[in-house]
């Protein structure tokens, strides 16, 4: 919970704020609202298929192009 947000910073603090961060795990929905809102782009929680997270990565890809 702690690391995310500083992931973040460091990236704004290099100009890498178009990186997209991804966090999975047990995540309270609480915490997981909080680093939507602090700009990590999707929180998998446990039972999270693989399918759903490609489905995710290659749907931010290809809003980047």
């Known amino acids: 919970n702690a690391i995310l947000p500083e992931i ?3 990236l704004e603090e ?3 704020s178009d ?3 991804i966090a999975g795990g047990t995540i309270p929905d609480e915490d997981a609202a909080r ?4 700009g990590v782009a999707q929180v ?3 039972g ?3 399918d759903e ?3 995710f990565i290659r749907s931010q890809s290809a809003a980047a192009v």
Do not use: E, I, N, T
């Open 48 to 50: 999270a298929s693989l």
């Open 19 to 21: 990186v997209k961060v």
């Open 35 to 38: 680093l939507k809102a602090l």
């Open 14 to 16: 290099r100009g890498m």
């Open 44 to 46: 998998f929680q446990p």
């Open 8 to 10: 973040l910073r460091l």
């Open 53 to 55: 997270v490609v489905d």
